[in-house]
């Protein structure tokens, strides 16, 4: 394994270049150059942060992006792997966040009640009110009907929902680890001829947890466990499969009692304080912010990033649980550091804005509020 010279100037280089893709979130992407092929990543949360929601959302993205870019040819399969919740759980969620339809009208089509959705001609003001955008541009707004039909298009071609969870009828599911893992992709790639473009997985503690109980390996094992997790999939999956893989895990649990405006390390990961070390990218979803069910996102590690994300803010984002979504609110809400809280942006400007991160319209960068952006790890307030 030794890597090759430097190759002659004007040669045919056997190098390929480093290929960045998008996730399709903005709160992500404007932080990172994109995401690579090859590499496993890391998602943490507090608990109820919205992990599972990122994973939805990151999973409809990027099967939303891999249909796009390959309408005609076998596109690339997202594939979100469910080791918590199973699948009749997940499904509305799923399709909520998809079709851009309330969780609560999703259950109805689970009820079989499909004439209770919305037609064309028939709209009514949560219709207008589910698609801004095409409000905003003067676009024409979508029934209900008319959402589910054109989401079910490319979620049908481009994703994939693996459930680990060990529920009826796969009881046995979840229990092999990493190699069982790649096996099931192994199948699903083989059966529907798509590769593998993207894998996320909710998450590594319960994964790891099925992993040692059936295979008798001793609880004190796990933060070794844990801790190798990511570079195993790397290994595994994410190399040879060409995929990039997101591994989600929890905070360890003192960390939920961290200030909303605290930036979290993943050094703080349940179990294991080696949980990213082998990984280039590492996300943090801090504790959500009681007033205003805020809370932000940093990067704790980042091996390469767009070229000015050193003089962002962190992300501040708000779960909507109508689509299952973290909306990106950091315009219209800001860090008050006096009182450790996330605060409407228009407030904190009217009163001031002295002790708020942003206080002004173009929020002001971390480097100007002395935060240390040579290591997105700061010390706690």
């Known amino acids: 394994p030794v890597a090759s010279q430097m190759q002659p100037w004007g040669s045919q280089l056997t190098v390929s270049p480093q290929i960045y893709n998008p996730t399709g979130i903005g709160f992500i992407d404007r932080y990172i150059r ?10 943490l949360g507090v608990f109820g942060a919205g992990k599972t929601t990122l994973a939805i959302q990151y999973c409809m993205s990027q099967a939303k992006l ?10 690339p399969l997202s594939v979100m792997v469910s080791y918590e919740e ?56 979508a029934s209900e009907h008319e959402r589910y039909e054109a989401a ?35 199948r699903i790639s083989a059966a529907r001829g798509q590769p593998i473009g993207s894998v996320y997985i909710d998450y590594a503690k319960i994964m790891a947890s099925r992993y040692m109980q059936y295979n008798n390996i001793r609880q004190d094992d ?15 999956i994410a190399i040879p499969m060409g995929a990039t893989v997101w591994l989600a895990h929890q905070f360890a649990p003192d960390q939920n009692k961290r200030a909303p405006t605290t930036l979290l390390s993943h050094e703080d990961a349940s179990e294991s304080k080696s949980f990213a070390e082998n990984m280039p990218l590492c996300m943090c979803l801090g504790v ?5 069910g805020c809370s932000i996102i940093n990067w704790s590690k980042m091996r390469y990033g767009a070229e000015d ?43 001031g804005g002295t002790s708020a991160i942003g206080g002004g319209p173009d929020r002001s960068s971390p480097s100007m509020l002395g935060l240390d952006v040579s290591n997105p790890v700061v010390p706690r307030p």
């Open 152 to 186: 079910s298009v490319w979620y049908n071609r481009a994703f994939v929902l693996v459930d680990m969870s060990g529920a009826p009828p796969f009881e046995g599911a979840g229990r092999g680890g990493v190699s069982e893992l790649r096996a099931v992709l192994d």
């Open 34 to 43: 994109g995401q690579r092929p090859g590499d496993c990543n890391g998602a």
């Open 288 to 292: 959500r912010d009681k007033g205003t």
């Open 222 to 236: 796990f933060r070794f466990q844990i801790g190798g997790l990511g570079n195993k999939l790397r290994e595994q």
């Open 66 to 75: 891999f249909w796009s870019a390959n309408q005609q040819g076998a596109c």
């Open 309 to 351: 994300h050193t003089q962002l803010p962190p992300a501040i984002v708000k779960i909507d649980w109508r689509y299952s979504v973290l909306d990106d609110v950091s315009e219209a809400y800001t860090l008050d550091l006096t009182s450790r809280s996330i605060v409407d942006r228009q407030a904190a400007n009217q009163l």
């Open 86 to 141: 199973e699948t009749e759980k997940l499904l509305p969620r799923l399709w909520s966040c998809a079709a851009r339809i309330h969780r609560a009208r999703i259950e109805l089509l689970m009820g079989g009640q499909w004439s209770q959705l919305s037609r064309a001609g028939n709209l009514n003001q949560y219709d207008h009110d589910a698609q801004p955008d095409n409000v905003q541009l003067g676009m024409p707004v």
